[in-house]
């Protein structure tokens, strides 16, 4: 299953893994279904053909691939319960996986507090397998009014403010809210800088935000952003969660609140006129957001950075989840750090993840071969991604962006990405477009595009009252 391309040799490819599945496939196949159900019935669904005969060691390769299937799904689409149809001793080691103690406990627990239920896993006959079930919302972004935005992220967030569609205001706040315990600090800060935006508008009409992490409507799941506070001070974490909805309370206007992923690709199709966008951030973390091609957004918690992109166990592991191959190790600071390690690089043991990058910046802009080593690899985890991506989004853009992706070094990547997608993948090659964001999306940013989703309400004018007869 492992890859051939030149420098990948440790890198097991997602596709090449399916593609020996189905090459073991004769005149007949099985099929192996997975689903996830998470709030209001929703429901994702993946069928894996596989050969109808497999001896036990056919059968434990096939079930890793499940398992690496079912746990990129929870994390695309989320969910509470998952369904399995297949061979017993393809999907029973799955479905044990699923349990406080199994294999997947990180992800037991995650989407436990996330959706306030334990986590079920259920094996059934084929024919009793839900179909896929997912209601879409079309957003139709307007920039009348007074109206603010903000993008919370893990380093920085910043706020925007905008008076029929000018901005007239645009900062960004340093903070520091993964390290921080007490859930006053974040709203403190947040309300902060709402209240210097709305002091260079006459009013505010509308509050539009963008955040890193999960969210259940405008109630916030499990996020880096308050881990300190799960970790450390657990009793209060759901004052956390409910933040946007004390935020809300606060401003009394209209207000939505989005993932930053889908919030970044919304501003694609703004600015790009583009639909069918997969926006993936390499920054912190992993952020990635989906646009369909009918412009509407799916629902999906789409946080890639814990879904397996990688199929090698051995591959370097993600220091929260504790699973290997996930795309926080492909696609942000942190795999710009196990890969400059790698190819030589030292670094102070204090040293935080993004003065590191602009360390491998920094050599790349003198011609480093190092530097230049890392972001190939970047480049080449990314070709593999975009087909593997193409199994559970319908998209035909991929924009990049992110503080990996800036300088000579997003240049790598780019252009690694798109040679290598020609050679391995020249299907998807021809079918997906790989982009960067140009400077009309860097103006416009993640900020002002949120501020364009709320709907503002409009007030019926008063008609005058008649005059009475004389």
Avoid at 324 to 352: H, I, R, T
Avoid at 407 to 433: F, H, N, R, S
Wanted: with cysteine; hydrophobic share 40%.
């Amino acid at each position: 299953m492992a890859c051939k391309c030149k420098g990948c040799s440790e890198f097991v490819a997602p596709m090449n893994a399916l593609w020996e599945i189905y090459d073991g496939i004769g005149a007949k196949a099985d099929v192996v279904a997975i689903a996830w159900e998470r709030e209001d019935g929703k429901i994702f669904r993946y069928d894996l053909p596989i050969p109808q005969r497999l001896d036990p060691k056919a059968a434990k390769q096939v079930s890793y691939v499940v398992d690496r299937i079912a746990k990129f799904i929870v994390w695309s689409a989320g969910g509470w319960k998952l369904y399995l149809a297949g061979p017993d001793a393809v999907v029973q080691p799955v479905a044990k996986a699923y349990t406080p103690k199994g294999s997947r406990k990180f992800d037991y627990g995650f989407f436990s507090d996330l959706y306030g239920r334990p986590v079920e896993a259920v094996v059934l006959p084929l024919k009793k397998m839900p179909e896929t079930n997912e209601t879409l919302t079309k957003v139709k972004t307007v920039a009348d009014g007074c109206r603010i935005g903000f993008d919370l992220g893990a380093s920085d967030f910043k706020i925007s403010a905008l008076n029929n569609g000018k901005v007239v205001f645009s900062k960004e706040f340093p903070w520091d809210p993964r390290n921080n315990p007490d859930p006053e600090y974040h709203y403190s800060k947040l309300t902060a800088g709402l209240k210097e935006a709305a002091a260079t508008l006459p009013r505010v009409d509308a509050i539009g935000g963008s955040t890193a992490g999960t969210l259940v409507g405008k109630k916030m799941g499990v996020a880096s952003l308050f881990r300190a506070i799960k970790e450390q001070n657990p009793e209060k974490y759901p004052v956390a969660q409910d933040m946007f909805f004390r935020v809300e309370r606060d401003w009394g206007v209209p207000f939505e609140i989005y993932n930053d992923g889908d919030v970044s690709a919304l501003a694609g199709m703004i600015t790009m006129g583009k639909k069918g966008i997969l926006g993936v951030a390499m920054g912190s973390s992993e952020a990635v957001g989906y646009i369909d091609p009918s412009g509407a957004l799916t629902g999906r918690i789409t946080e890639l950075a814990f879904a397996p992109v990688d199929f090698n166990p051995n591959a370097p592991k993600c220091e929260w989840s504790g699973d290997a191959g996930v795309g926080a190790m492909a696609f942000s600071q942190q795999a710009v750090n196990w890969l400059a390690e790698k190819y030589g690089f030292e670094f102070p043991a204090d040293m935080k993840l993004p003065e590191r990058l602009k360390v491998v910046q920094a050599a790349m802009e003198k011609g480093d071969q190092r530097a230049l080593k890392v972001y190939v690899q970047i480049g080449r985890f990314l070709a593999h991604a975009i087909p593997w991506y193409n199994e559970f989004y319908d998209y035909s853009s991929m924009m990049l962006l992110g503080r990996v992706t800036s300088g000579l070094g997003g240049d790598v990547i780019l252009e690694t990405a798109q040679t290598m997608l020609k050679d391995v993948y020249p299907e998807w090659a021809e079918k997906i477009e790989l982009f960067v964001p140009d400077e009309h999306f860097r103006r416009l940013g993640q900020s002002v595009a949120a501020a364009q989703i709320p709907v503002i309400k409009k007030t019926a004018a008063k008609k005058p009252a008649k005059k009475g007869k004389k």
